[in-house]
C-alpha cells in the first residue's frame, strides 16, 4: 500500500472541509425553511410560538464563520477516520462529517496518548490561517509516536496573536483542561488557576460541554455566567456562540443584585461591613423579630354568622409556619390561609354548605383577617427592610446584639435617614443588604450551572447571592487568589466555597500557564512573597517573549516614553494595550490621540482599533498581546491592595511586556 503525498492529502483534506461547509449550510436552510413554515404545521398559536423559538435557536446554533475552522483534528480509529470539529456536522444522509468536540468519541482527540492510546492509530491536527487549511501534522500514537506541547500547530495556535474579543480553545485542550471540563453536571468544582492557564477558558467550555450532555435540563433552569466587570463579559461574549451555545444568560454581580438604584456611597469602613457575612444573621433577626404573638381572638361577620378564632389556636398557625422554615412572605401567605381555613371550617360545621373560592377569597382581605396579620405576620419588602435596619438605632441594636460592636453598629447607621424608602439613597454595598433581604422574603431562581469568574474578589455576601441563584445546581467556581484585590478578597478558597454553599467542592490548582510568556511570568512571580496567600508560583510553557523595562529620568517624560513603546509594539502583529493607574487613563488617551494613535475602551472590543487603553481596575480577565504597563508605582498606591492589582496587571501579556516608570519599582520588584 502506498502513502499518499502531503500535498494529495491537503487537498482532500480541503475538499472534505469545503464539502462539511456545503452541509452546514444545508443544515441551516433545512432548519430556516422549517421556521418559516413553523406557524403553519403548529396545531395553536402556544405551540406555533414555542416551535419559533425552538427553530429560531436552531438556526443561530447552525450560523457559520468562514475565518472560523470547522474541524481542527482527525482521529484515525479501527472504526474509520472522524474529523473533530466545534459542532456536529452530517451529510444529507444523516452520516457525520465533523464530530461535535463533546462528543463522547472526541474526548480522544485530548486524552489518547501513547500510554494510553484509547484506540486512536493516528491524531492529525490543523493548521489554518482565516479559514482557510494550509496544513496538518500527524502523531502516529500506534507507532509511539506522541508531540504534545512540542506541537508545531499546537503552540502556533496557543501563541497566535489575538484582537477582539476572546476565542475558544477548542483546538488546544489540554489532558488537565479536558477533566475539568468533561466533569459530570452534579460536581461542584473550584480552579485555582496561575494566569494564562485558561482557567476562564476551562470554565466556559464546561458551560458547554454540559449543555451539549444535559441540553433539556440546562435549557429549563438555565446557565448563569458570572464576571467582575461588562468589560470582562464582552471580552468573553464571542466564545459560546462560536461553539453554537446561544442560551446562556451572562451577568455581573451587581447585574444579578440590581433592585434597587445606585444613588448614595458609604465609607470604606461601612462597605467592609455590609459585605459581612455577620449582615446575614442581623437581617435574617429584623425580619424574624417582626412576627408577634396572638393575644387576641378574631371576629368576622359573614351575613348573618359570625365567626370566631381564639387566640390559641391563632398562635399555634404562626408557629407551625415559623417552623416549617419558609421564606417570610411565603409563611404570611400560609398563615393568611390557615386562617381562612379555620373560618371555612366553621362556616361548612353551622351551614352544611362548603363556601366557593368568590367567600374564600373575601374572607382573606376581611378587615378583622387583615389586621390580624399586620400584627403577627407583618407585610415587609426586601427595601423597606434595609431602610427600617439602618434607620433605626433600637431595631439595629436589637438585630445586631452580641452580631457587632456599638461601634460598628454606629457605622452603618445612616447620618440622614430618608423620608421613605422612594426617597432612599441606597449604595453599592446597600444592593447586597438588599438581596439577602429578597432571599429571606422569598424564593429566587436557580440556575442549573453557574460558572463564576474572577472569584477571589466575592465577598461573602455576594457570594451568599450566587448561592441562592444556584441552590439547586452545581458551580465552576474560577480564580486565582494571588490577583485578590477587593478589600474582602478571599485568602481561602474553602471560605468562598461555604459561603456558596458547596463547602464539599474540589478545589483543583492550573499551575501550567499556555499563554503569559515565561519572561514575564517570572516578573510577576517576584510579588507572590509579598501578597500573603499560599498558591504555588506559575509555569509557563512559552519561551518566546520579551519584557522590556523602561526607566525615565522625568515624570514629564512618562507619556512620551509610553508612546514610543505603543509605536514599537505597532510594528508587530496583535493587541496593544496601555495599562495604568485609572487617574492617568484619560491623560494617556489625549496623548495618544493628539500623536495620531486611536484607542479605544476595553468595552469597545468591536471597534477594531488596535491599542486600548484600560484602566488598572477593570483589566482584569482581560489578555493583549503586548502590554505597556505605565508608573506600577502609582498603580500599587492607588489602592490598599495595590501589589494584587499589579501582580494582574504584569500578567495580562501574552507576548510582550514593557513596564515604562519614572518613579522606583515597588521593591519586590525592583529586587534583582
Known sequence: MTTPDLDTELAAERHHLTESRAALGRMRDRAQALFATGENVAGDAYTAEQLGRTLSKRVAELADNPDTPLFFGRLDLDAGAYHVGRRHVTDDAGEPMVLDWRAPLSRAFYRASVRDPQGVATRRRFGFVKGEL????????????????????????????????????????????????????????????????????????????????????????????????????????????????V????????????????????????????????????????????????????????GSYRWRIDPEPLRRVVDEARREGLPYLVGRERVQARVVGLLQRQSEYRTGNSPGEGWLRRMAKVAPVRDFLETAWPAVTPEGLVVALLSDAELLARS????????????????????????????????????????????????GHVVVDEAQDLSPMQARAIARRSEHGSITLLGDLAQGTAPWAAADWRDTLAHLGKPDAAVVPLTTGFR?????????????????????EAVSLRRDGDLAIVAVAEPAD???????????????????????????????????????????????????????????????????????????????????????????????????????????????????
Not at 279 to 291: N, P, S
Open 516 to 536: 503569559v510568556p515565561a519572561v514575564v511570568v517570572a516578573l510577576a512571580n517576584r510579588l507572590l512573597p509579598a501578597l500573603g496567600v499560599d498558591v504555588p
Open 400 to 447: 445586631a446584639e452580641g452580631i457587632l460592636t456599638a461601634d460598628e453598629q454606629q457605622e452603618l447607621l445612616w447620618a440622614r435617614p430618608p423620608r421613605s424608602v422612594k426617597t432612599a439613597k441606597f449604595s453599592a454595598a446597600d444592593t447586597v443588604l438588599v438581596d439577602e433581604a429578597t432571599g429571606l422574603l422569598e424564593r429566587q431562581q436557580s440556575f
Open 134 to 245: 494550509t496544513s496538518f501534522e500527524d502523531e502516529h500514537l500506534d507507532r509511539g509516536e506522541e508531540l504534545g506541547t512540542n506541537s508545531r500547530i499546537l503552540t502556533a495556535e496557543i501563541e497566535r496573536p489575538r484582537v477582539g474579543p476572546m476565542r475558544d480553545i477548542v483546538a488546544t485542550i489540554q489532558p488537565e483542561q479536558d477533566e475539568l471540563v468533561r466533569a459530570e453536571l452534579t460536581d461542584s468544582i473550584c480552579v485555582q488557576g496561575a494566569p494564562g492557564t485558561g482557567k476562564t477558558a476551562v470554565g466556559l467550555h464546561r458551560a458547554a460541554y454540559l449543555l451539549y450532555l444535559h441540553r433539556e435540563r440546562l435549557r429549563r433552569s438555565g446557565v448563569l455566567i458570572v464576571g467582575p466587570n461588562s468589560a470582562f463579559l464582552s471580552y468573553i461574549s464571542a466564545v459560546l456562540p462560536a461553539l453554537g451555545e
Open 247 to 302: 442560551e446562556v444568560a451572562q451577568a455581573t454581580v451587581d447585574d444579578l443584585i440590581a433592585r434597587v438604584p445606585v444613588r448614595g456611597t458609604d465609607t470604606a469602613a461601612a462597605a467592609l461591613l455590609k459585605h459581612d457575612p455577620r449582615m446575614a444573621e442581623v437581617l435574617r433577626r429584623a425580619l424574624w423579630g417582626r412576627i408577634g404573638k396572638p393575644t387576641e381572638a378574631i371576629m368576622v361577620s359573614d
Open 558 to 672: 512618562l507619556d512620551a516614553a509610553v508612546l514610543v513603546e505603543v509605536t514599537a509594539a505597532l510594528d508587530h502583529e496583535g493587541s496593544v494595550a496601555v495599562i495604568a493607574a485609572d487617574a492617568a487613563v484619560d491623560r494617556l488617551r489625549a496623548h495618544l490621540k493628539t500623536a495620531g494613535i486611536p484607542a479605544a475602551t476595553p468595552d469597545d472590543v468591536e471597534s477594531g482599533a488596535r491599542v486600548t487603553v484600560v484602566p488598572a481596575t477593570i483589566v482584569k480577565g482581560l489578555e493583549y498581546d503586548h502590554v505597556i504597563v505605565a508608573e506600577p508605582a502609582d498603580i500599587v498606591a492607588a489602592e490598599p491592595r495595590g501589589l494584587h492589582r499589579l501582580y494582574v496587571v504584569l500578567t495580562r501579556a501574552v507576548s510582550r511586556l514593557s513596564v515604562v516608570h519614572a518613579q522606583p519599582l515597588p521593591q519586590p520588584l525592583a529586587t534583582t
